[in-house]
């Protein structure tokens, strides 16, 4: 977003305003009654112009002195005291006890494993044998498409064509699926459930890989999720997991207090044996998950995930990258979500049968968010500027959880 768009004594806000009051003469932009509280939060933060007030959202970077110099950086910021959270004692994590489970870690990525980890997503991840978005309509280089763009970005990919004689999902926009929510008592049905892979689409075309990475939007950890019928294939086997975030994510978990979290909280849906989480920090053990990579125009609209067996364990995400604005309410739509802004390094850490089953989602990345650690190029990482330029219109986040139960 140009800063012209935050100033109202700029010409360029003055001619934005123009522009939409010009547009608000067709359509009706009042807020529609049919909308659902987190419909209408997802429309705020959606908002291009004017601008979103980002007042009432959590912004813990805002409130850190360490993270100073980033602030000063980011045209946009949220407020530390947005709603009201609970530090635990022993590190810097904090507890949103209005969803119970929720656990934010600002800045727990350093800054040099930052940077580590977007190498590892862009040019070893996202890549064969892991699957990513792409693979179903162009025949993708062995090496990745990072590694092609950095030795030949002029190079052409090829499209893949519908002659091979398998039997594809029918083409045509995906349809909403109300899907079987797992469980050890669905497991069966829903492994039995057909999973044919996706139609190459009839419009792809030749194009240059500089031309087709802003098109990447996710590659796949582990088991291997099937976006037709939001379940997974465990036919694949158990797939790529790599060890450092594995590692990563298992520390995270292991530094949270689960009994400050959890204590005075009363919740039903824990199974028949109850709560697990007394045994999350010694054997919580990461099988599934995603590398999603957003470009700024992107969103990802409300949703619940539903699809693993355990239910309860922890989620955790680690954002990389451009801020984000995050949404997280309750079990269903009609519960306003509370907003939240993750920032690069953030660990965000959603548990329990409450949690794990509210809505969430990302109306909103945040542009002129990259902190300077991700721009500059130090001594022992003289080929950083690629990384640095892809950076400017991406968010990466990997998100991973323990799709299966131990047992």
Not at 393 to 400: D, L, P, S
Request: hydrophobic residues 35%; neutral net charge.
């Amino acid at each position: 977003m140009s800063i012209a768009l935050l100033d109202p004594n700029d010409p360029g806000y003055k001619a934005a305003v123009r522009r939409l009051k010009k547009s608000q003469k067709s359509f009706d932009h009042a807020p529609s009654s049919s909308w659902t509280p987190f419909r209408a939060a997802e429309k705020l933060y959606m908002q291009k112009f004017p601008p979103p007030d980002l007042s009432a959202v959590l912004d813990l970077a805002s409130g850190e002195e360490d993270r100073a110099l980033e602030m000063q950086h980011s045209r946009w910021k949220g407020s530390p005291t947005a709603f009201p959270t609970r530090r635990l004692y022993h590190r810097n994590a904090h507890v949103v006890d209005n969803v119970p489970g929720l656990v934010l870690l600002p800045s727990y990525v350093d800054h040099s494993t930052q940077r580590a980890l977007v190498r590892w997503a862009l040019s070893e991840h996202a890549r064969a044998p892991n699957e990513t978005n792409l693979d179903a309509h162009y025949l993708l280089p062995p090496s990745g498409l990072w590694q092609t763009l950095l030795t030949d970005p002029s190079s052409v990919i090829a499209p893949k064509h519908r002659s091979d004689g398998a039997i594809h999902e029918r083409e045509g926009p995906r349809q909403l699926v109300n899907n079987v929510a797992g469980g050890l008592d669905t497991f069966a049905e829903l492994n039995a459930m057909p999973k044919l892979p996706p139609a190459p689409s009839p419009n792809a075309k030749a194009v240059t890989a500089s031309s087709l990475l802003p098109r990447l939007r996710w590659a796949n950890i582990g088991y291997s999720y099937h976006w037709g019928s939001k379940s997974y294939d465990f036919s694949k086997g158990n797939g790529v997991f790599p060890e450092r975030i594995a590692e990563l994510c298992r520390q995270a978990v292991a530094s949270v207090d689960w009994q400050e979290v959890w204590k005075d909280v009363n919740l039903d849906g824990w199974g028949n044996e109850g709560p697990d989480w007394p045994s999350w920090a010694t054997d919580y053990s990461p099988d599934a998950g995603i590398v999603n990579f957003y470009q700024l125009s992107d969103t990802l609209m409300g949703h619940v995930d539903r699809s693993e067996v355990s239910a309860t364990s922890p989620l955790v995400s680690i954002s990389l990258g451009s801020a984000a604005v995050f949404l997280i309410g309750s079990t269903t739509r009609d519960t306003p979500p509370l907003p939240i802004l993750l920032r690069s390094g953030d660990v965000l850490i959603m548990s329990g049968p409450h949690c794990r089953r509210a809505y969430h989602g990302v109306p909103r990345i945040l542009d002129k968010t990259i902190p300077p650690h991700l721009k500059q190029s130090l001594e022992s990482d003289e080929d950083w500027a690629p990384y640095a330029a892809y950076l400017e219109t991406t968010r990466i986040n990997a998100n991973v959880r323990q799709g299966m139960c131990k047992d």
